[in-house]
């Protein structure tokens, strides 16, 4: 019998695009919690190259550039608070087919959150929300937005602790 994978300690989580815009340009209270359990190090967030790529295409859109957002800044905060995944695990033929979101462009935070066994996939879109009980059901993941999530792991805002000055 194969063996299975170690328990987990910390959450692994797939944030799709909007929830990092939220975390990274509008400090939204409801990422809020989020962010500070990516510091402290309780969550852990996943993403690939396909995710990545989003994220700096959404930055250049014009609404941010009238904030003066530092891209540069935004993705180096993504690259420390987030693990990247570069190849998903092999696949198998046999598996039951994840379904298939309405916005095709979503699809991609489905495969990652599925293939990096994450726990979650937090988003706010609703083509992706609704198909919560089916991922939940037959692939081990919930979809929820950044206020339930936060809610259903008893994820507070207090930031990590810091070390005391020498």
């Known amino acids: 019998m194969p063996s299975s994978p170690a328990p987990r300690a910390e959450c692994r989580v797939v944030l ?92 991609k935070f489905l495969e990652l959150a599925h293939a990096a066994q994450a726990d979650w996939l937090v988003s706010k879109d609703r083509a992706l929300l609704k198909l919560d009980r089916r991922t939940a059901r037959d692939f081990g993941f919930r979809i929820t937005q950044p206020a339930p999530f936060t809610e259903a792991c008893a994820i507070d805002a207090a930031p990590a602790a810091t070390a005391a000055p020498a």
Not at 22 to 50: C, H, K, N, Q
Not at 74 to 79: G, W
């Open 16 to 107: 799709d695009s909007n929830v990092w815009i939220d975390i990274l340009v509008f400090d939204d209270p409801a990422t809020r919690p989020i962010l500070a359990a990516l510091e402290r190090g309780t969550l852990v967030a996943l993403i690939d190259s396909r995710c990545l790529y989003e994220l700096e295409r959404v930055l250049d859109y014009p609404q941010f550039q009238a904030r003066a957002i530092d891209k540069a800044a935004a993705l180096a905060t993504v690259s420390r608070l987030a693990c990247r995944i570069d190849a998903p695990p092999s696949v198998d033929v046999d598996a039951r087919p994840l379904p298939k979101c309405k916005d095709r462009d979503d699809q």
